[in-house]
């Protein structure tokens, strides 16, 4: 039972990236990342954030530390695999998720799943740069070729000016992306689903990114909705005036969650 334990234990920790431990913030806030993206940059949120809140960060299969792992094949396969490492870390506690571009869906659907299986919900759902998924994606295919999809990274202002000279480390990001693109093939979202979210949701978006439906998101819940544009593409987060705000409002926002529960 023990070697059990510790094997999950550190299964649990491939899959959640908590750089900067803070077992007595008051919240756990989980982030997830953009299409082909890692968890560094949203684990490192956790050093200069309030001492209120603990960020932890996903780090899905083929990347990072599981660079060795097959990549996911569908999104509950992510899901399932994100909700047994979380359980451990939210249960009893107060969380709130925030997702980037991709990551919103995967930490929507997180959100679904764990309130239908385990009760369990986040007291707020942060989403940025993405339609929900009960809207049509107006620039995502799954047939979208790898030309395609490196014209796409760099129109959306998301690639420093070093990775864009060099091919190896955009082939590796694309690989990524098309994983992920394939696992977004067939996510669907119905809002008259059974499973309904009640907990609040706020959206963030870039003034010069490609248009989404930001709005839309309110659909899918029944708690209170609000939504804010950033100056800055669809990576407008990268920018540290930008991360700094938001950083600011989520832990703003879940602090007032207390005092109004």
């Known amino acids: 039972m023990e070697s059990r334990d510790k094997a999950e234990t550190i299964r649990n920790e491939k899959v959640v ?16 990342p953009w299409g082909g993206g890692g968890s560094t940059f949203f684990a490192k949120w956790g050093q200069d954030i309030p001492n209120s809140v603990e960020v932890h960060a996903i780090r899905l299969a083929g990347r990072e530390s599981r ?12 899901v399932d695999e994100i909700a047994c490492a979380l359980l451990p870390i939210i249960q009893g506690e107060h969380f709130a998720f925030f ?98 979210l009640s907990c609040d949701i706020t959206c963030f978006s870039g003034s010069e990114d490609i248009p ?8 899918v819940t029944s708690g209170n909705f609000d939504s804010f544009v950033l100056p800055g593409h669809h990576f407008y987060l990268l920018e540290t005036s930008n991360t700094s705000f938001i950083k600011k409002y989520i832990t703003k926002s879940l602090e007032i969650s207390v005092l109004t529960s």
């Open 17 to 32: 990236n908590c750089l900067y431990q803070n077992r007595n913030a008051l919240f756990r806030l989980v982030c997830f």
């Open 67 to 78: 660079l060795d792992e097959p990549f996911a094949s569908d999104m509950n396969q992510v």
């Open 99 to 196: 997702g980037h571009s991709m990551g919103s869906y995967i930490a929507f659907f997180t959100a679904l799943h764990l309130k239908e299986k385990y009760n369990l919900e986040p007291v707020h759902l942060f989403v940025s740069s993405i339609s929900p998924p009960c809207a049509q994606l107006c620039f995502l295919k799954d047939d979208m070729c790898a030309g395609q999809i490196e014209f796409l990274l760099k129109k959306m202002g998301g690639t420093p000016e070093d990775f864009v000279d060099d091919e190896e480390l955009i082939q590796e990001s694309v690989t990524k992306v098309l994983a992920d693109l394939h696992i977004l093939k067939d996510v669907i979202y119905d809002t008259h689903s059974k499973t309904r």
């Open 212 to 219: 989404v439906d930001m709005e839309a998101w309110k659909d």
